[in-house]
């Protein structure tokens, strides 16, 4: 990673380059240790930082924000300022409802009313105009943010409710965004879910300019990290900070067949998420509302899940079962391998072996009542 940032860093081995004395003096007094006390003493809790997993534009930008942009030295604090506006707006692709085209959408973010509302690019006729605190401006990071007039940005909200309808109000209590850049086709493909009527719907979303994208998820992680601030107003901003993105316990496709067990097997995409306790099932990876959902209580609430025969699967082409235990019904899922049969058996026992919060008993009435 490194290596594809010489204007940042230099990359030298320890064993095969030459080493100057001035280099060995360098890093004796400022190691790791020194450099992260520099470079990372400001870093904000809704600034996602980067695992060994993640994808290589979060790493890529988490690498240009220390380094390049110096956004956590505490030098500057105009580019918490713009993760943190009150409204934040963002020109980004999204890929069509029914349909593999991606459109220009303008989204827009609010820590008044702690929402994301997006409109198609010619509903927002200011965008080209009047971006105050928008993407534009925010890579002009030299501009004091004291110096931008706040009248702007309530004439650009202004201008903004005069336009069309938003194609979506989302609410941040039930909103979610993670990069899906292999699942979307973009190296910077970025997954927006979030429950309308009680279905589970997503959005998908990319942009050209890593910086855009990985600043709008931090945006909307600082927009959900304030809603969750006022929702729990005892609780610290460490505390939430695992509340801030809900990345799923696993992805994949499995056939289901129906009720009464009778019913052809189904090809469907399945996805789990240990955080609210959902199975959510879609007839394909980028479809934008869920076909169904199973909630997964605990094994004292009757929930269990276990290997299954596929002597009786009628119609499916795999073989690999599993049976899923729940207070209503029995659900059976085939799998095509043995590992991912195993892979999905250890999720779903996972999830049943959390304890329930009081938010999942409410999830879990909600469901059965919405059946």
């Not at 809704?46 to 979060?58: E, G």
């Not at 069509?96 to 927002?124: A, N």
Request: charged content about 25%; hydrophobic content about 35%; proline content about 4%.
């Amino acid at each position: 990673m490194h290596r594809n940032l010489p204007a940042v860093s230099k990359v030298k081995s320890i064993r095969l380059d030459h080493w100057e004395d001035s280099l060995v003096e360098f890093m004796q007094e400022k190691g790791n240790s020194a450099a992260k006390a520099i470079f990372e003493k400001c870093v904000p809790v809704f600034f996602y930082q980067p695992q060994q997993k993640d994808c290589v534009i979060l790493k890529d930008q988490w690498i240009r924000a220390k380094y390049e942009r110096r956004e956590f030295t505490g030098e500057n604090i105009y580019f918490q300022k713009v993760y943190s506006a009150e409204l934040f707006e963002a020109t980004l692709w999204k890929k069509g409802k029914d349909s593999k085209q991606f459109f220009k959408s303008t989204f827009l973010l609010s820590q008044k009313d702690f929402t994301l509302r997006y409109f198609i690019k010619e509903d927002v006729s200011s965008s080209s105009v009047i971006r105050p605190f928008s993407l534009q401006l925010y890579k002009h990071s030299s501009v004091d943010s004291g110096q931008i007039p706040l009248f702007l940005i309530f004439l650009n909200h202004l201008i903004k409710t005069k336009s069309k309808v938003p194609k979506a109000v989302i609410n941040m209590k039930d909103l979610n965004a993670v990069f899906q850049p292999e699942k979307i086709g973009h190296a910077t493909g970025l997954q927006i879910s979030y429950v309308d009527d009680e279905r589970s719907k997503n959005l998908f979303v990319y942009h050209e300019d890593g910086k855009v994208i990985v600043s709008f998820f931090n945006a909307i992680r600082a927009t959900r990290l304030a809603y969750l601030l006022k929702k729990n107003p005892t609780l610290q901003e460490k505390d939430l900070k695992h509340q801030l993105t809900a990345h799923c316990l696993k992805e994949g496709y499995m056939e289901k067949t129906g009720p009464t067990q009778r019913e052809p097997f189904k090809k469907r995409w399945f996805t789990l998420c240990s955080m609210n306790r959902k199975l959510l099932y879609f007839k394909s990876p980028l479809d934008a509302t869920e076909l169904g959902a199973v909630f997964i209580g605990t094994e004292s609430h009757g929930y269990s899940v276990s290997e299954t025969s596929s002597r009786n699967a009628r119609g499916s082409r795999w073989h690999c079962g599993i049976s899923l235990e729940t207070p209503e019904r029995q659900f059976v899922f085939m799998c095509e391998q043995e590992q991912e049969q195993s892979e999905w058996i250890m999720a779903f026992r996972k999830v049943i072996s959390q304890p329930m919060t009081p938010e999942d008993y409410s999830n879990e009435a909600n469901l059965r009542r919405g059946k």
